[in-house]
């Protein structure tokens, strides 16, 4: 008889297969890497982790990609182990950094493992929530040096959205830390998902069928333009679905029109009755006691709109008013939430079905598709554990400018594989310098993610370069200075050709397309070589196959060289030591003071360590210095204005000069940023100014500033930590943060 297996509980749930052979490998005190669908409960993994760990009197790092979901998470937890065993690390918030169960944001715990690795030597685990971030442009490299520096006796949790080379992912955490890395996979979502389009006229309809529409409409168009078509709106939709599919996320890649859809929404629809409407006004009581008296030009319009079951949320809102969208969804009092995709990241937040009122969103560049991964990461919020069958998404077409390749193909089977996005800081170049010698710092170069991707793709090119030179060896022979000399003659060859490409002005492209004319003549010198007599159309016909080898040689080369990132990332070691040797942080392998400051900036070191070592940490005021410190690295939102100011900037104007200069001329382009648009906000806050005020002579968004006083506070803190020494500077940074930390810019946890 077969013994029958009793499935493994935990907090009343009973655990679905992948979760509970995730936890028996925790128990086995395994590395873990779990790639799972949005949704499908990875996050209860990371929850048995942190009880586990606490009752064993051990400790734990829990480490997300935002601060909102370390936030939450700091929250919930609490509720768990209690608020003396909880503490949170992100920058511009330190609460009980020495508490056994700690959260903060994987740039965090990077940092710690770089400067003061000794802090977290005794956590058994650390948890890395939204893993997949390893391919994020701007912030995946901290990924990366998380896993290549954390020392090999911690184990760690890796949770992750579904991914086609989470192998490939595993097999490197596993080359760099030395230790097995067991892989979980999931791929069945609980609840199913129903994708559909959505036009007017067609109503839920299928991509073929769109297309049979939309050429069938071009047919009957004989005008010029657009065939006029009417427009089908998210108000469209929402009629469509209100009596059976919500609630509903609405993902809108604009805060503007999340708002005026909302708004708009409002004007027509109340989806709750007296008794719901009471609940929300408990509701947000409840939240408001949590908070000092706020003021937002948006919280009395947002309020009659929760009140009719309506709501927006999107990261220009203060965080207050996010809280309250947030308790009230959880609560099943929101019918339709309008959010841009950031409302998808981590936060648990499940609904009947989710909708896309565009596939192209905006990337801070130009208008793309949405990618598949994109795409699921936001869909898979549709369809609630329990209480849904299914889960559906619509996405809204618009005929009158349809583009089919602008669709995510919405097949999880597509979804995109995690490609490395390796950089180096010079904070990240100083702290190697300081804590390796020369050849620990290559071996380390070559450990990112990029290098290991890129192995096996250049043996394969290799390969085929090597069976190319045996079939032009003969030809190779006959240049002067053998196969050295061919391969420089073909890479110059192919740089020349692609600068004649982009090349504009007409005598440097003669040039270009002479030194081109020599070159070809070389190669076809070589050639006729091995060819001395023989029948003139046979040497044409030889000759071309040999041009077209040249030409796939070379496009070779070029491959091979790009698919050595090792090669790349050693340039720029190299180049990056340059201009810090220039700059006075290094002599030779030291650093200097001005160097073992830079080490301990994490983000715009070099702006911060100039302005430390001309003395003007110490010569601004308290408000002025504020005002400075949301300059570093402030980036202004698209047609964002410059507000006025009298402040004296211009020695940070020459810092800022100098650097450009520098960096430009030894790397090729230049990092350091100051924009001073909000710097006259910081000012007045600083002096006590009201915050509703502040906004009246303003086009920033609430929660933008208060995303940049909180930046202000972050390295105003940073400095403070790397200065502990000087305790007159000291004292005035206390002071900075304290004017700049208060009423709406203060985080309440």
């Not at 520098?662 to 001073?676: A, H, K, L, S, Y």
Request: aromatic share 10%; charged share 30%.
């Amino acid at each position: 008889m077969i013994e029958q297996r009793t499935p493994r509980k935990y907090r009343g749930f009973t655990l679905d297969p992948f979760q509970e052979e995730a936890v028996n490998l925790i128990d086995e005190n395994k590395s873990v890497l779990v790639a799972a669908p949005t949704g499908v409960g990875k996050t209860l993994i990371a929850d048995y982790i942190i009880e586990k760990i606490f009752n064993e009197g051990g400790k734990v790092v829990y480490t997300a990609p935002i601060k909102a979901l370390s936030n939450q998470k700091f929250r919930e937890f609490k509720e768990v182990v209690g608020t003396d065993n909880m503490g949170i690390l992100t920058g511009d918030v330190v609460i009980n950094p020495e508490a056994p169960i700690l959260i903060m944001t994987t740039e965090i715990f990077r940092n710690i493992l770089q400067e003061g690795p000794e802090r977290v030597a005794d956590v058994r685990y650390v948890i890395f929530d939204e893993v997949h971030y390893i391919d994020d442009p701007d912030r995946g490299s901290v990924w990366e040096e998380s896993f290549i520096f954390m020392p090999p006796t911690m184990r760690f949790l890796g949770l992750s959205a579904t991914i086609p080379n989470v192998d490939q992912l595993a097999n490197w955490i596993e080359d760099v830390q030395k230790q097995d890395v067991e892989i979980v996979t999931h791929f069945e979502r609980v609840v199913p998902l129903s994708h559909s389009l959505f036009e007017r006229s067609l109503g839920m309809t299928t991509m073929s069928k769109v297309r049979k529409k939309h050429r069938r409409l071009l047919s009957e168009h004989t005008g010029d333009g657009r065939p006029n078509i009417q427009t089908t709106t998210h108000l469209d939709l929402i009629d469509a679905i209100k009596d059976r599919y919500l609630p509903c996320l609405f993902f809108t890649f604009s805060r503007r029109k999340c708002e005026s859809n909302a708004i708009e929404l409002g004007q027509v629809h109340d989806f709750l009755d007296k008794q719901k409407k009471a609940e929300v006004n408990a509701i947000i009581d409840h939240v408001l006691e949590r908070y000092p008296d706020i003021e937002s030009s948006r919280w009395p319009q947002l309020r009659r709109l929760l009140l009719r079951g309506i709501a927006y949320h999107h990261a220009g809102m203060l965080p207050v008013l996010k809280d309250i969208v947030e308790e009230l969804f959880t609560h099943k009092l929101i019918s339709v939430l309008y959010c841009t995709e950031t409302f998808a990241v981590g936060l648990n937040f499940p609904c009947k079905t989710v909708c896309f009122d565009s596939s192209t969103k905006w990337d801070g560049i130009s208008f793309r598709p949405i990618s598949n991964r994109e795409y699921f990461q936001m869909a898979g919020r549709a369809g609630r554990r329990g209480i849904d069958d299914e889960g559906f998404v619509f996405t809204i077409v618009d005929l009158g400018w349809f583009d089919p390749s602008q669709f995510p193909s919405m097949n999880e089977n597509e979804i995109e594989p995690l490609k490395s996005q390796f950089a180096l800081t010079y904070n990240s170049i100083l702290n190697l310098i300081k804590n390796y010698d020369k050849k620990d710092i290559y071996r380390i170069l070559g450990q990112n993610f990029a290098t290991y991707q890129a192995s096996a793709e250049r043996q394969g090119v290799l390969l085929r370069i090597e069976m190319l030179e045996e079939e032009l060896a003969p030809f190779i022979e006959n240049l002067r200075g053998g196969p050295e000399r061919f391969n420089r003659t073909v890479r110059h060859k192919f740089e020349l050709e692609q600068r004649l490409q982009i090349e504009n002005k007409k005598r440097a492209r003669n040039q270009l397309k002479k030194e081109l004319g020599s070159i070809t003549q070389r190669l076809d010198s070589a050639f006729y070589s091995s060819f001395p007599q023989g029948d003139r159309s046979l040497l044409r016909r030889e000759n071309r196959k040999y041009r077209r080898k040249i030409k796939a040689y070379g496009h070779l080369l070029i491959r091979e060289h790009e698919l050595d990132p090792h090669k790349k990332y050693i340039q720029e070691f190299t180049d990056k030591k340059s201009l810090l040797e220039a700059l006075g942080y290094l002599q030779g392998d030291q650093l200097t003071t001005a160097g073992l400051l830079a080490s301990q900036i994490h983000g715009h070191e070099l702006i911060v360590t100039e302005m430390f070592m001309e003395g003007l940490f110490h010569s601004y005021e308290p408000a002025e210095l504020n005002a400075v410190a949301v300059a570093i690295g402030y980036e202004p939102r698209k047609n964002e204005y410059r507000i006025k100011h009298r402040l004296d900037f211009s020695p940070l104007l020459r810092i800022w000069h100098f650097l450009t200069k520098m960096e430009q001329r030894m790397i090729g382009f230049p990092t350091v940023q100051f924009n001073d648009h909000v710097s006259a906000l910081a000012y007045r806050w600083s002096n006590g100014e009201n915050f509703t005020k502040l906004l009246e002579e303003s086009a920033v968004d609430e929660g933008d500033l208060v995303f940049a006083f909180r930046r202000g506070i972050d390295l105003l803190r940073q400095v403070r930590n790397a200065t502990i020494d000087d305790l007159s500077l000291n004292a005035k940074l206390r002071e900075c943060i304290s004017l700049m930390d208060r009423d709406e810019v203060s985080i309440w946890l």
